[in-house]
């Protein structure tokens, strides 16, 4: 699925795709501006999800501002019926107060947390994205990764060189399980929520 950063251009791709203005990025659209383009992008059947959006403490853009974004996009999820792909930094009490408001499917985009904070979010219902993080073996996401339910995996590549098939693997190694089997759990989740 391709990543359609809103603040770039607004070129529809011709592919799967999820669409939203990333909280780096928060100050580049107002909010009208935002909800006008999201409604565009929804009426596409390519649109599978919103995001990535959310919430990071590490960047200059206002909190203030980055939750009202983040809020825009929780509300059209919720309309349309769509997941949202999430980034997080730092902000993990503000993500769950805000997502708590909504009954939407909540992706997190390249997930490395804790054992505590993977209970703490599988307790509010979230889904994970596994990157690159899981190629290094001192990253908390090999052990986070073995208590995560396999319908809430995902995998991805984001701006790594690191090959798909490699993170499969990798996360084939960690649960015990072929490639051939990962990949088709994959597939099987990802289905699941492009219908959800």
Known sequence: MYNKLLHESLAVPDVLFSAGLHPWYADQLSTL????ILDQFAE????VALGETGLDKSCKIPMKLQLEIFDVHLSKASLSGKPVILHCVKAWDELIDICNKYSVIKVLHGFNGSIKLTERLLERGFHF?????????????QSSVKIIPT???YCETDTSDIPIQVIYRKLGEILQQTESDVKFMLAENFNRLKIS
Do not use: F, Q
């Not at 501006?33 to 006008?36: A, K, M, S």
């Open 33 to 36: 501006e935002l909800i006008n």
């Open 44 to 47: 596409n059947p390519n649109m």
């Open 129 to 141: 994205s596994i990157g690159k993080a899981i190629m290094y073996p001192d990253s908390k996401i």
């Open 151 to 153: 319908s809430k995996l």
